[in-house]
């Protein structure tokens, strides 16, 4: 009678360890699942804050720049764009189409001496580095984190959990191809 007893007691300790460690695992990687979403919230609330400030600076150069209509129209769909994207990859997308234009209109701004001097035009060009340099952060803090998930739900024994529970690999949010072109800056000349 003692040894069955025993016996019992080793098998429900043996069960309550494999529980233990059944729960620590999938908690561990809801917790890392739940740091990945935050981080992604990171980048919207910045990328909210640069789509924020683009009417500003659109209204701003409106002005100065009445024969870069073109420029102006791409930034302000560009922003649009960014806005109405959904996933990591769409906002990747966006987020590059928009600092994409906007280097084009700024690199257009340079053209014109009296709106680089406008105070207002020159306190936005500040807010949206600043801006960018959350941003890009941002990006790299998310990137992280979404490393450290990847990693975690790869590793055994992890990784048997991960498939049991559907638990997937996240998406890094990337470059798009040719970010790192210099975009093409044409001046239109006639006014």
């Not at 003692?2 to 098998?11: E, N």
């Not at 769909?77 to 994409?100: F, I, P, W, Y």
């Not at 060009?125 to 600043?130: C, K, P, R, T």
């Not at 975690?152 to 690999?169: D, L, R, T, V, W």
């Amino acid at each position: 009678m003692k040894k069955k007893s025993t016996i019992f007691i080793i098998i429900g300790a043996v069960i309550l360890l494999l529980a233990g460690f059944l729960i620590s695992r999938y908690n561990g990687m809801v917790t890392l699942g739940e740091k990945v979403d935050a981080k992604f919230s990171d980048i919207d609330t910045q990328l909210q804050r640069r789509t924020d400030l683009i009417p500003n600076l659109v209204n701003s150069v409106k002005g100065y720049m009445s024969h870069e209509q073109d420029a102006i129209e791409k930034v302000t769909s560009a922003r649009t764009q960014l806005m109405n994207a959904s996933s990591v990859a769409e906002k990747g997308e966006a987020d590059s189409a928009l600092t994409g234009a906007l280097n084009n209109l700024l690199a257009i701004a340079e053209n014109y001496p009296d709106l680089k001097a406008n105070e207002n035009f020159t306190t936005l060009m500040d807010e949206l580095a600043g801006t960018e340099n959350r941003i890009a952060t941002a990006r790299k803090d998310y990137n992280d984190v979404v490393k450290e998930f990847n990693t975690s739900i790869k590793q055994f024994p992890n990784s048997i959990f991960a498939g049991m529970f559907g638990f997937g690999e996240k998406e890094y949010f990337r470059a798009q191809e040719g970010a790192n072109e210099v975009p093409t800056v044409q001046f239109n000349t006639t006014e």
